[in-house]
């Protein structure tokens, strides 16, 4: 008897870890997993689609056009799940978005303009969300959902004050989230002092924080009983986004998530369930 494959959606996969992410499961996996490649931009995504095709022939990968930020893009994807496969087992959210002087070779006094800060929120912060709430009733009873964020995302990162409320998890609600994301655009919109900030001053780093505040506070409300939430940080990694300086290469920076994928039980881990988690080991959010 043939064994019926389990589905894999992978947000952001036309490159970086995304595309590796993609092989290592073709590669390592393909008995066990199809998957289905996203992009926002169709000829980029389908030449990504075309390159994996040729390298996997005899695997099960489909390609779809995702661009989390818009509404009716999303729509389509979860259109096109329903009709072709009614459920899918795993949600990857990898699509993320940094400009790379945010992070990285910050200029002297630097803030980020109002523009950065929503345009990185945008997608790392509210597309994500929005992509994770519109997959979760097409997740299959024991499925998975891997949010890929960030060591910068550590409350850590944060002021003192910050840090007291990110902790605080009465009454954190999407709402609550959205709220945290305008107070960091009223930081964006005048020079301040850093005696006087609220949040640091990068735009990548609080996105990825309140991702994580929302997976560690919102995320058990949010998915089934046997399903399972996890946050993972890939380390720096040489992508386009990581730069060439990046110390690991994508095969090791995806190694957290393919375990996750191919070797942690369907259904769910109270050990690892909405936990930050590098190297296979939970850290400090």
């Known amino acids: 008897m043939q064994q019926i494959k389990r589905v894999v959606l992978i947000t952001g996969s036309n490159k970086g870890l995304g595309f590796g992410l993609v092989e290592d499961i073709l590669s390592k996996s393909s008995q066990q997993f199809r998957v289905i490649m996203t992009a926002r931009d169709q000829q980029r995504g389908e030449q990504a689609f075309q390159k994996i095709k040729a390298k996997y022939p005899e695997e099960e990968v489909d390609f779809h056009l995702l661009d989390i930020e818009d509404d009716q893009s999303r729509e389509s994807i979860v259109k096109y799940i329903s009709e072709k496969y009614g459920k899918i087992d795993i949600l990857v959210n990898n699509a993320a978005y940094l400009l790379t002087h945010d992070l990285f070779s910050q200029p002297e006094g630097y803030q980020p303009s109002v523009e950065t800060a929503k345009k990185t929120f945008s997608i790392n912060l509210f597309g994500t969300i929005q992509m994770t709430q519109e997959i979760v009733p097409f997740l299959t009873d024991d499925g998975k959902i891997l949010q890929i964020s960030s060591r910068a995302g550590q409350i850590s990162r944060q002021p003192q004050q910050t840090q007291q409320l990110l902790n605080n998890t009465e009454a954190f609600t999407v709402q609550k989230i959205t709220e945290l994301a305008e107070d960091f655009y009223k930081q964006c919109e005048n020079k301040i002092q850093p ?20 997976i560690r506070h919102v995320g058990l409300s949010l998915i089934k009983q046997n399903q399972s939430m996890y946050s993972i940080t890939p380390g720096w990694v040489k992508t386009d986004m990581g730069t060439s300086n990046a110390p690991r290469t994508v095969e090791e920076g995806n190694d957290t998530s393919y375990y ?8 769910r881990n109270d050990q690892l369930n909405c936990k930050f988690i590098a190297d296979r080991n939970v850290i400090d959010w």
């Not at 996750?260 to 259904?267: E, M, R």
């Open 260 to 267: 996750l994928i191919s070797s942690v039980p369907f259904g």
């Open 195 to 214: 005696k006087d900030q609220r949040w640091s001053f990068s735009a990548y780093e609080v996105s990825k924080c309140l991702l994580n505040a929302f």
